[in-house]
């Protein structure tokens, strides 16, 4: 007897493996918008480059194509900014002009986050659940390097890794705000040979993120490089082989760069529309970036810290990143944010901040740190899962804002 080839859904462990589940769950879906009666669906196909479920919507009564479902072959879940809207699926069905529908876009209002300041201990993608949808307007983070070290990364599998990333990046796109940034600062990692016998890998995970946003609903928009100093990248080790022998093929340059990836949620909003309806116009002229800005993308920044934390990236960037990203007032988010650099960037120049990490020792360190960023107004933050920041306070001085 000929065993069976395993389908394409179930090699990936897909929730989601069979044609009768994809409809299953678009029926529900249709069922839970009133449109169940009238419209059909087209035979499910698995994309199994996304991940995800294709389902073509169909008129009840027969026709051609109107709208298509997209699922999450691993979740179950509706990707909703992937999915045709319930309001142009109806436009479709009666034959409306789908042009008003675009033109009710540009009466939307500027939405203000009602968001304090908040520092959260656990899971980032379960925090990140908790949080009202279209509360954030930046997202700049730089996630652990994975198997950088053993006291700083948990995932012992490369595609574990990039699953927990995924998971952040999905449930992010929910809680920015339309057309806003989501910027990250990450590099390409060395794993060491296990022997002498073996040779060392170098994983490009820059380049595996790109595809989950894009994947996720984020357009690219920018690849910075941020250039350390000559010499920064010796403690790697790499290229000192080829340093002493300068034999061919032996050569290994020594990184000295990280890419600052930036990303913007999917919409058909252009930038201008956030300038022109910006509530607060003071707010407004006072984000203006002076002249001193980078004109490449090209930053050369001193990586050193003062941090506690192993993996800290300089202040200076984060500066940056929210200077060019996102106006006063604004609430940045910071999934991954070890020692809360980003909240101090954010409080020293005029942002809201909210700053997530799974370790309660960094989580510790912020909630003391936080009086140095914000004087007495540290009392008002609020802390999730976590002790309140009273009886922390530190002596320093908080930090000027700008």
């Known amino acids: ?40 669906l087209g035979l499910p196909e698995v994309d199994d480059r996304y991940h995800i479920w294709r389902i ?3 008129p009840a009564t027969g026709g051609s194509k109107i709208g298509e479902v997209v699922i999450d072959a691993y979740t179950t879940e509706i990707l909703l900014e992937k999915t045709t809207r319930p309001e142009m699926l109806e436009a479709r069905l009666l034959k409306k002009d789908e042009s ?5 876009r540009r009466d939307l209002t500027y939405p203000v986050s009602p968001l304090r300041n908040t520092i959260g201990l656990g899971d980032s993608a379960e925090l990140i659940d908790e949080m009202p949808a279209a509360s954030v307007d930046l997202v700049f983070t730089s996630p652990p390097y994975f198997n950088a070290r053993p006291e700083y990364s948990d ?18 796109h929910r809680v920015l705000n339309e057309g806003r940034f989501f910027v990250i600062n990450c590099a390409p990692v060395l794993l060491r040979r ?7 890998k170098r994983i490009a995970v820059p380049f595996d993120l790109h595809r989950i946003f894009v994947e996720e609903g984020y357009d690219f928009i920018d690849d910075i490089i941020w250039m350390k100093p000559e010499g920064a990248g010796w403690a790697t080790g790499r290229g000192r082989r080829f340093a002493a022998d300068r034999n061919p093929l032996q050569y290994k340059t020594v ?46 920044i001193n990586p050193k810290t003062n941090s506690e934390h192993p993996a800290a990236f300089p202040l200076e960037l984060a500066q940056k990143v929210i200077h060019y990203y996102s106006f006063k007032g604004d609430v940045v988010l910071d999934p991954f944010a070890g020692s809360g650099t980003v909240g101090a960037a954010a409080a020293k120049t005029g942002r809201r901040f909210v700053l997530f990490d799974v370790n309660p020792d ?22 999730l899962h976590c002790p309140p920041t009273v009886g922390l306070e530190q002596p320093h001085l908080p930090i000027e804002n700008e």
């Open 1 to 40: 007897m000929t065993r069976r080839k395993p389908l394409v859904a179930e090699a990936r462990n897909y929730l989601v493996t069979t044609v009768a589940q994809a409809k299953e769950i678009t029926q529900t879906w249709l069922a839970e918008i009133e449109l169940g009666k009238v419209v059909g």
């Open 56 to 58: 073509p919507l169909l």
């Open 100 to 104: 008003q529908l675009t033109k009710k």
């Open 155 to 172: 995932y012992e599998e490369y595609e574990q890794y990039l699953f927990k990333m995924r998971q952040v990046i999905k449930r992010t």
């Open 194 to 200: 296990a022997s002498r016998n073996e040779s060392s």
């Open 255 to 300: 990184p000295v760069t990280e890419y600052v990836l930036v990303y913007r949620k999917r919409t058909d909003l252009l930038i201008d529309w956030h300038i022109r309806n910006h509530p607060d116009k003071e707010a407004l002229a006072a984000s203006k970036v002076g002249d001193d800005y980078e004109r490449t993308n090209v930053w050369r």
């Open 362 to 383: 960094y989580v510790k360190l912020m909630r003391r740190e936080v009086h140095r960023w914000l004087g007495h107004a540290a009392h008002n933050v609020l802390c």
